[in-house]
Structure formats: structure tokens, C-alpha cells
């Protein structure tokens, strides 16, 4: 059951809104596919590591990110057909409503993800106490934009066949598409959620059994074989684009700078159940620039190897605090390789783990204690959405003047901090950032930002870091 050798077929996974169950859908279609000996190339559109994290899981390959506003058009093109190239199908996850972007002409939607790769939609309609409504819905998705190509629909939420046979009749007569599936009300506890969606896979304690749930789920409400055809000829007709076997994983297109011939250097990546969020493309870019990555977690590791440098990502310190704050011999060591100037960079949860402290239902857990900041934690998420941030101050990392892109998600807020101006390299135009609209706080070598970068839009970073580790190095 393989796709022509001179197409890349892919679908993009959409909805109506958010939290419509395309997730669900997409990691049931992937996991069930793999099953059937497809080998499934899965795609996150926007800047989401939980849901990516778990489509990783479904497929058995890594999941990258397509983010237009994040990188540039031609750049998230290249990401996506170097990526997909050694599969039968590519399966791209949505986000939001599939005609939801940041402005009026719909700029960053899913919808013109989807007109980008020139691939069809498969729409997810929740269809939670309604029947016809749901072909009025999608006819209306359907007129919108002409050049959106939905091939067919599942419906979710279904309470029973006679429900389902009433969407069916609807959306076939009024919209002349198939409908692929019908799923059920599922069992929560199958998927639990938390303040920031799903939880991730690394932290679900029977993740196996989770993707066993929503696979048996597609194999037994989706007909995949269906609409497996439909996804081939649909990208059959449409001519889309060749096949191009010199580009793969290793090529220019997944790391914004050409591999290094010079000695590697060691770079620690903090990676555990606590702080799991990076993105593919930002870990090749490392290695791609010289790096040999070495993955560290403080939650069970006294000290920190030899390194070069460290990247911490993002992640959820907060559930994890009691630990890290028992740890008290890897905190020490680390905040006394800062004081070393061992080059460090953290985002997000890897900036609070720079941090003093943070305050959890009225008691406070120490962290490293490398940055006067100390943390706590809101019902609310204070900071939401892309960033744009503009490097005003000198810093070890980036230039003055240099603008960057990137993203912001978090619960944490700033329960009192100690700064000058020069100590935040980063005016946010866009953002909420750290303090007062600044962002980017810098001691020693170390730094630590709210602002995720993606490093095929910021291609100045991963070059910046080795630099530094190569410094050093050779100290």
C-alpha cells in the first residue's frame, strides 16, 4: 500500500475550532496507518511541542513544526518536503479553527499551510448537539476559499448511529464529500488534560496504552483504506511537487548552517519528563554547527557531565519542583559552571530552573539560583502567543539590532526580579516577555528568555552557541 514514486501525498488534519479532537483523530489516523506498514511522516503546523511530541509517538519518526510565522514561507516549504520525503503520506495536524490566523487575510491558518504544500484538508467537525447545521458549516468552509481543497470530513462526538447517519445524509447531499469516519464520545482518562492541552507523552504514565486506545479507535471508526486512496489521488490531480531524493533529514533545509568540519563540541541538552520541549529542527541545527548533544536531566543526575555548553529548554518544572529543588548538588554545580562561564541558554521552564525559586500553593522550591528572578505560579496563562523581539542591549548570544521571531506560553509569572536595563538584552514588539515588555535576561554566559526561537527562523543561534562552546573549549 505505497504512494507513486514521483509524489509526496500528505493531508492536513483541521477543525472548525480549537479543541474539536483533531488531535486525537490525527495520533488515532497515524498510529493506525503504522500499523498497516505506512510508513507516516507527521507534521505539527504552529509552535506546539505537546501535540508533536505525541504525534512522534503515533508515527515512530519525528514530528518538525511548519510555522510561518516562525520561518518564511520558502523555508517551511523546504522543511516539509525534505522531511517527507522518505515516507508513503505525510500527515499535517492543524491548529485552531482551519481559517484562524493572526490577522483578517488569514495569514499563518492552517489554510494557507495547506495552499502552501498544495496538499487537501481533512476536516474534524464536532458535532456535539447538532445535525444539519454541520453541512451548512462546511459548505461554508467549503465557499470561503475556493483553492481549499477538503476531501472529506470525520465526525466526531457522535452520540449514535442515528446521529451519525443524519450529519452523514447532510454533508454528502449539501457538500458532496465523503465522510471518512464517525467516532464516539471517548473516555477521558484515556488523553488526561492539563492548563496547557494534553499532557505531554513523556509524562503520561501509559502513553503506550493511550496511542493503543485512539489506533484501535481509527481502525474501528475510520476507514483508513478509503481515505488513504482519497489522500493519493487527491495529490494525484492536483500535481503536487516532485519527489526530490537529494534533499533528506541532513540537508541545508533542516539546519539553517552547514555542518562543521572543525572539532565537536559538547553540548548538554537538559531533557526529562521536566523539560521536554524542542523542537527537531533546533537540536539538528546544534549538531549541524558542530555539536555532539549530550542529554543531562536533574532529576536523577548528581552534577553535570564535562560540556561545552548547556541548552534547557521548556517544559513543566512546576510539577516536577519538589525534585529539583532535592537536587541540591546538581543546582550547586551548575550555578557554579555559570559563574565559570560555561555558556548557557534556557527558555521558558529552563529559565525558571535559572531562577531563585519558585512558590507552589505557598511553598517556595529552590532552583539554580543563578538569576535574581524569583517565580510562581497563576491560575491564567500570562504570556500567549508569537513574540517579536528586537536584541537592544549587548549579550553573549545574539547581535544589537537583530530581530527575532518566536513564541510564548506560560503559566509562571514574576514574583520579584533584580535588573538593569543592559541585563535584558530583548525589547519585545510583540509580547509580553519577562518584565516590563524586556525580555532576555543575561549573567556571565547565561541566558534566559520566555521567547522560543525555532532555529530555521533564527538562524543566528545555533552558530552563536557553538561559538561560545568552542571559547570554552578552549579555556
Not at 10 to 34: P, Y
Not at 382 to 407: A, I, S
Amino acid at each position: 500500500m505505497h504512494a507513486s514514486s514521483d509524489i509526496i501525498p500528505g493531508v492536513v488534519v483541521a477543525g472548525l475550532r480549537g479543541g474539536s479532537g483533531k488531535t486525537i483523530i490525527s495520533l488515532g489516523i497515524a498510529a493506525a496507518w503504522k500499523r498497516k506498514q505506512i510508513a507516516v511522516s507527521p507534521f505539527k503546523k504552529g509552535p506546539d511541542y505537546i501535540d508533536a511530541g505525541w504525534l512522534s509517538l503515533a508515527a515512530g519518526r519525528p514530528c518538525y513544526n511548519l510555522d510561518t510565522f516562525l520561518c518564511t514561507p520558502q523555508v517551511v516549504r523546504d522543511s516539509y518536503f525534505s522531511h517527507a520525503v522518505s515516507s508513503d503520506i505525510a500527515l499535517v495536524e492543524g491548529n485552531r479553527g482551519l481559517y484562524d490566523g493572526i490577522d483578517t487575510d488569514g495569514s499563518t491558518s492552517t489554510a494557507e499551510l495547506a495552499k502552501l504544500l498544495n496538499l487537501p484538508v481533512l476536516l474534524v467537525l464536532d458535532c456535539t448537539k447538532s445535525t444539519r447545521t454541520m453541512a451548512a458549516l462546511v459548505m461554508g468552509c467549503q465557499q470561503f476559499d475556493p483553492e481549499i481543497r477538503i476531501i472529506g470530513v470525520i465526525l466526531n462526538q457522535v452520540a449514535g448511529s442515528r446521529h451519525r447517519k443524519k450529519v452523514t445524509s447532510n454533508i454528502q447531499q449539501f457538500c458532496g464529500i465523503p465522510v471518512f469516519g464517525a467516532i464516539p464520545k471517548l473516555q477521558s482518562e484515556d488523553f488526561p488534560e492539563r492548563h496547557m492541552g494534553l499532557v505531554t507523552s513523556a509524562e503520561h504514565g501509559s502513553s503506550i496504552q493511550a496511542l493503543d486506545a485512539v489506533r484501535n479507535m481509527a481502525i474501528e471508526h475510520v476507514n483508513l483504506d478509503d481515505l488513504y486512496q482519497a489522500v493519493i489521488k487527491d495529490c494525484r490531480d492536483a500535481a503536487s511537487f516532485k519527489k526530490t531524493r537529494t534533499a533528506g533529514p541532513g540537508s541545508a533545509i533542516s539546519a539553517p548552517v552547514s555542518r562543521s568540519l572543525d572539532p565537536k563540541v559538547v553540548v548538554g541538552v537538559i531533557r526529562d519528563s521536566a523539560f521536554q520541549f524542542y523542537y527537531p529542527d533546533n537540536l539538528e541545527a546544534l549538531e549541524n554547527a558542530g555539536a555532539k548533544l549530550e542529554f543531562i536531566s536533574p532529576l536523577n543526575q548528581d552534577r553535570l557531565p564535562d560540556v561545552d555548553a548547556l541548552y534547557m529548554g521548556g517544559g513543566f518544572p512546576e510539577t516536577h519542583a519538589p525534585q529539583l529543588a532535592e537536587n541540591r548538588s546538581f543546582r550547586e554545580h551548575l550555578n557554579a559552571l555559570a559563574r565559570d562561564g560555561l555558556p548557557i541558554y534556557a527558555e521558558c521552564g529552563g529559565l525558571i530552573f535559572l531562577g531563585q525559586s519558585i512558590c507552589l500553593h505557598g511553598h517556595e522550591y529552590a532552583m539554580s539560583g543563578i538569576l535574581p528572578i524569583w517565580f510562581g505560579l497563576a491560575l491564567k496563562p500570562q504570556g500567549h502567543g508569537y513574540t517579536r523581539v528586537k536584541v537592544v542591549h549587548k549579550n553573549p548570544f545574539f547581535p544589537v539590532g537583530e530581530v527575532l521571531k518566536g513564541h510564548e506560553f506560560r503559566y509562571s509569572k514574576i514574583l520579584n526580579i533584580k535588573y538593569q536595563d543592559p541585563d535584558m538584552a530583548f525589547l519585545m514588539e510583540r509580547g509580553k516577555g519577562i518584565e516590563d515588555k524586556k525580555d532576555g535576561f543575561h549573567k556571565y554566559n547565561t541566558f534566559g528568555t520566555y521567547t522560543h526561537i525555532h532555529a530555521l527562523g533564527s538562524v543566528s543561534w545555533a552558530p552563536s552557541l557553538i561559538k561560545l562552546a568552542r571559547a570554552y573549549q578552549s579555556r
